[in-house]
């Protein structure tokens, strides 16, 4: 049988992400009480990631060795990848190793590719297109704070990136508004944009898309590998900046996300994501929790 993987939200039905979301919860709570839950006894996640991180690396490995389980690190200089092993070869390798494999690379492509090769559960940690496990966490946050999302309005502001494009994915299965401000010639992929019908709109003015929102969200203006666009990039953006004036637009009890890290003075100004509607740091936080909930998804079969 055919492994289940978990290369976008599109992976997941809209009832098995709130299941996932509430599992999440449960499971943070279980680690506030220190709870002894660890399933996974001697089953093993395998890590291959071509593009640094911190929150990703340390939630999975943290999550898995909670959960009774271990997690091995690896970098394209650490393997074969890294002198030029097909990732074909590699899928089927480390698929004989390990129980579940995360992957965080450039191209989506090539986690496909990847995906199709490997006989157990692939994730997606990143790719230039999808970041759905950021989606997990923050919708879980947004939950604990405020309820449900469904038929809320969620406000994107900034580049219209892989972050972006989960935020569309999660606006279909979960029932919500997103409104989309970016910047002539940085809008989302027009594909995914078509395939979420009436859920999107794409709004040019930040403080329109802002107005009476329920969550207002944003991302650097450069990500890993845009280093060089680095200064065409900042004076594109400079609009787009989440300050005070754009928070006033919003709901009075919306709240504020970033996926970090955060430059503070460029996408977000400090008093908004260290102000009193920042939840970046539980958001953060439940990485961990909700990224454990998933594998629970993934390996139900495996629980001890």
Request: net charge negative.
């Amino acid at each position: 049988m055919s492994p289940r993987h978990f290369l976008t939200l599109r992976d997941l039905s809209s009832a098995e992400f709130e299941r996932l979301i509430n599992r999440a919860s449960e499971l943070r709570m279980k680690h506030r009480r220190r709870e002894n839950y660890a399933p996974f006894g001697q089953r093993v996640l395998g890590m291959v990631f071509e593009k640094s991180s911190t929150r990703t690396r340390v939630s999975f490995e943290a999550g898995m060795i909670q959960l009774g389980g271990g997690a091995i690190f690896l970098s394209p200089r650490d393997t074969q990848l890294g002198r030029g092993e097909p990732m074909e070869d590699t899928a089927r390798v480390l698929s004989r190793m390990v129980d579940v494999l995360v992957i965080r690379t450039f191209e989506h492509e090539k986690l496909e590719r990847f995906a199709t090769h490997a006989s157990v559960p692939v994730i997606n940690a990143l790719t230039d297109s999808y970041h759905p496990c950021q989606l997990l966490a923050d919708m879980q946050t947004y939950h604990e704070y405020r309820g449900s999302i469904r038929g809320r309005t969620v406000a994107w502001i900034g580049d219209g990136n892989n972050m972006c494009h989960s935020y569309i994915n999660a606006a279909v299965l979960l029932g919500f508004r997103l409104r989309i401000a970016s910047p002539d010639g940085y809008s989302p992929q027009a594909a995914i944009v078509e395939r979420a019908n009436d859920s999107v709109e794409l709004i040019s003015d930040p403080m329109a898309a802002a107005k009476d929102a329920d969550l207002i969200v944003t991302d650097v203006w450069a990500s890993m590998g845009q280093e060089e666009e680095q200064q065409q990039r900042i004076k594109a953006f400079a609009p787009y900046q989440v300050n005070a004036a754009i928070m006033a637009q919003a709901h009075d009890e919306a709240l504020f996300m970033h996926c970090l890290p955060a430059h503070r003075g460029e996408e977000v100004a400090a008093e908004v994501i260290d102000g009193p509607q920042s939840v970046v740091w539980d958001e953060a936080e439940n990485r961990l929790h909700s990224q454990k909930a998933l594998l629970e998804l993934l390996l139900r079969d495996l629980i001890c």
